[in-house]
């Protein structure tokens, strides 16, 4: 089986200040690894996502992600946050073996502060 | 890029109806969609996945009567929530991907979500 926690549920932080959202997986074979965004009564639209070769993932909005397969983890970055960051995040896992169903994290709450 | 249309955004149903939600995959034709559920300040939960011409595959402990799922063509997804209770007041969000193969970037699309409060 495979799972997500996401280590942090509320990140607040300072518009223009750096943000880390801490993603660990659980999982027995290979993975497929998302980031997902959230905001109020909305749907999740895809920030980026791991699927093979270059552990360091740019995606949209200036976040990236690194995937580290020994510590399995997927930590979300951005350098700079602006108050518009303000939502919620989703770190996601699937697999062919899972047959290609996404397993969500918990969720970090991101709340950019001027 | 892709789009995912959810119908309605928001109901509000009395308690015993039934209510609709449907799910369009507007630019792309969708094989296979996900219905989740998703609980104030929590994550998403899969509920079921819905394949087009076939019977939907549910997960553990989601009753097949109650939430109908009905994949009747490949850009349409329905989720029925049938004889609502308030405890199925929650947020319905509704996904489709493309293809099947998650390797050849294929990622998955999701609508805005339905509100639904059962009174």
């Known amino acids: 089986a495979q799972s997500v926690t996401q280590l942090d549920s509320q990140v607040p932080v300072f518009e223009e200040a750096p943000v880390e959202l801490r993603c660990n997986y659980s999982s027995s074979v290979s993975v497929y690894l998302f980031w997902y965004v959230q905001y109020p009564n909305q749907g999740l639209q895809l920030l980026l996502k791991?699927?093979?070769?270059?552990?360091l993932v740019k995606g949209i909005n200036g976040f990236e992600a690194e995937f580290n397969k020994s510590q399995t983890s997927f930590h979300l970055r951005k350098p700079s946050v602006h108050i518009s960051d303000t939502a919620e995040y989703f770190c996601?896992?699937?697999?062919?073996?899972?047959?290609?169903?996404?397993?969500f994290g918990g969720g970090t709450r991101v709340l950019v502060k001027p | 890029g892709a789009v995912v249309s959810q119908h309605p955004s928001w109901v509000i149903c009395k308690s015993g109806t039934s209510v609709k939600i449907e799910c369009r995959s507007l630019?792309?034709?969708?094989?296979?969609m996900f219905w989740y559920r998703q609980f104030p300040k929590q994550s998403l939960m899969l509920m079921a996945t819905s394949n087009e011409g076939s019977k939907a595959t549910y997960e553990q402990g989601v009753e097949k009567d109650k939430f109908l799922i009905n994949h009747a063509s490949l850009t349409l997804s329905t989720l029925t929530v049938t004889s609502a209770h308030p405890e199925d007041s929650s947020f319905y969000i509704c996904?489709?991907?493309?293809?099947?193969?998650?390797?050849?970037?294929?990622?998955?699309?999701f609508g805005n979500g339905t509100r639904l409060t059962v009174t």
């Open positions: 630019d792309f034709q969708a094989t296979t």
């Open positions: 791991y699927l093979s070769g270059s552990t």
């Open positions: 996904s489709a991907r493309a293809s099947s193969g998650v390797g050849n970037n294929s990622p998955l699309h």
């Open positions: 996601a896992v699937t697999s062919k073996a899972a047959g290609n169903k996404l397993t």
